[in-house]
């Protein structure tokens, strides 16, 4: 069975935080759960515009990153989501992904 952990960050737009801080979790949980594989999703797609043009990366929401997933024919994902952690700023919109997971579940 293909499984995933999708971390799920929140609202940042300093491409250093989003680097240091989310790689770090990212690198932690793969140590923790090699059964799985590690995704990222950022939940505003403000916050995608911002960051991906100006430092050359491709950055998923909540609902892309899910239906790669299910292209891929993963069967078990978990999310971990850092809203409201040290990730969070208020200026930004946060897409709660969970509205959007049913549509996703088999």
């Known amino acids: ?43 505003s797609p403000i916050v995608i515009g911002k960051i991906a043009p100006k430092n050359d990366l491709q950055l998923d929401t909540t609902q892309q990153v899910l239906r790669r997933l299910q292209r891929e024919g993963y069967q078990e994902v978990i999310f971990i989501s850092l809203k409201e952690s040290y990730l969070s700023t208020p200026e930004y919109h946060y897409d709660d992904p969970s509205d959007k997971l049913n549509a996703y579940i088999i």
Not at 22 to 39: L, N
């Open 1 to 43: 069975m293909k499984k995933a952990i999708v971390v799920v960050g929140t609202n940042t737009n300093d491409y250093d935080i989003l680097k240091a801080g989310m790689e770090s979790i990212e690198d932690k949980i793969k140590g923790k759960f090699p059964d799985y594989e590690v995704r990222r999703a950022i939940s």
